[in-house]
């Protein structure tokens, strides 16, 4: 060991007590109070390697408790038989594990409300879809959204809406690819096509902040005898988005696809 200090060392006439062993009683006194006996900085160690792990399980609970999440821009319409469920939660970003489950209950009926669906948004989520299987009639609904140990969970006022009968026809996405900023989504219908019949590729931007609708992105003719449909698209800059297709038959209710999820980087 280097000594730290290589001054002169002067003699001094203090002497000092010869050390004393400690008695069992002493050792066993001192032990008990050693925390206490180290230097500042080393009992701030000490006592900080004592709480941590504690701290560790009850610190995201505590900050982040007092922050409460919101909805806005809550929307439930009919969408081919069943009910599409459109809305904004607050904070639009950072979700963990963020939950919106959607809850209903028939006009008139005085029970509790039904889980009906649930999604997971992911962390840069803002603007959410979800289709709820509801079947043709009057309804009431409500969502709740929650991210344990990151906000406060919330639900939102209760939206009525009417569900229409199931359509007579059908649409489904059969394939989606990306590539960068491009993307091909394919589909295929029941009936074929008719004259004036046409299919519309809808589209809603998930950012927060971007407004919480879906937007014909595309429109394709759909003539006598056709039965698939193919649409390429761009985005300028990266996105997340929901898409559906729309499928309008003259004189007929039109039907819709699933929802599908679509990334642009």
């Given at each position: 060991?280097?000594?730290?200090?290589?001054?002169?060392?002067?003699?001094?006439?203090?002497?000092?007590?010869?050390?004393v062993?400690?008695?069992?009683?002493d050792r066993?006194?001192?032990?008990?109070r050693?925390?206490l006996?180290?230097?500042?900085?080393?009992?701030?160690?000490?006592?900080?390697?004592?709480?941590?792990?504690?701290a560790?399980?009850?610190?995201?609970?505590?900050?982040?408790?007092?922050?409460?999440?919101?909805?806005?821009?809550?929307?439930?319409?009919?969408n081919?038989?069943?009910?599409?469920?459109?809305?904004?939660?607050?904070?639009?970003?950072?979700?963990?594990?963020?939950?919106?489950?959607?809850?209903?209950?028939?006009?008139?009926e005085?029970?509790?409300?039904?889980?009906?669906?649930?999604?997971?948004?992911?962390?840069?989520?803002?603007?959410?879809?979800?289709?709820?299987?509801?079947?043709?009639?009057?309804?009431?609904?409500?969502?709740?959204?929650?991210?344990?140990?990151?906000?406060?969970?919330?639900?939102?006022?209760?939206?009525?809406?009417?569900?229409?009968?199931?359509?007579?026809?059908?649409?489904?996405?059969?394939?989606?690819?990306?590539?960068?900023?491009?993307?091909?989504?394919?589909?295929?219908?029941?009936?074929?096509?008719?004259?004036?019949?046409?299919?519309?590729?809808?589209m809603?931007?998930?950012?927060?902040?971007?407004?919480?609708?879906?937007?014909?992105?595309?429109?394709?003719?759909?003539?006598?005898g056709?039965?698939?449909?193919?649409f390429?698209?761009?985005?300028?800059?990266?996105?997340?988005?929901?898409?559906?297709?729309?499928?309008?038959?003259?004189?007929?209710?039109?039907?819709?696809?699933?929802?599908?999820?679509?990334?642009?980087?």
């Amino acid at each position: 060991m280097q000594c730290l200090y290589a001054g002169p060392v002067r003699r001094s006439g203090l002497s000092l007590p010869l050390p004393v062993r400690p008695s069992a009683s002493d050792r066993a006194a001192r032990a008990g109070r050693r925390l206490l006996a180290v230097p500042l900085v080393g009992r701030l160690t000490a006592v900080a390697l004592l709480v941590a792990p504690a701290a560790l399980l009850v610190a995201p609970a505590l900050a982040n408790a007092e922050t409460q999440s919101t909805f806005k821009n809550l929307t439930v319409e009919s969408n081919g038989g069943q009910a599409l469920v459109i809305g904004t939660v607050a904070p639009g970003s950072g979700h963990v594990k963020g939950t919106v489950t959607v809850f209903a209950r028939a006009v008139g009926e005085k029970g509790a409300f039904t889980t009906v669906a649930s999604d997971v948004l992911p962390a840069s989520v803002g603007n959410f879809a979800i289709l709820a299987p509801l079947t043709a009639g009057s309804w009431e609904v409500k969502v709740r959204f929650e991210d344990r140990q990151q906000v406060v969970a919330s639900t939102s006022h209760t939206v009525r809406v009417t569900i229409g009968a199931e359509p007579n026809s059908s649409i489904a996405v059969t394939s989606l690819n990306t590539k960068g900023k491009r993307f091909t989504l394919a589909g295929t219908t029941s009936p074929p096509g008719e004259s004036g019949a046409k299919i519309e590729l809808l589209m809603l931007n998930t950012a927060a902040g971007a407004p919480a609708q879906f937007k014909v992105f595309g429109t394709a003719s759909f003539g006598t005898g056709k039965t698939t449909v193919t649409f390429r698209g761009m985005s300028a800059i990266p996105r997340r988005w929901e898409l559906q297709l729309e499928y309008v038959r003259p004189g007929e209710a039109p039907s819709f696809s699933g929802l599908t999820t679509v990334s642009v980087q």
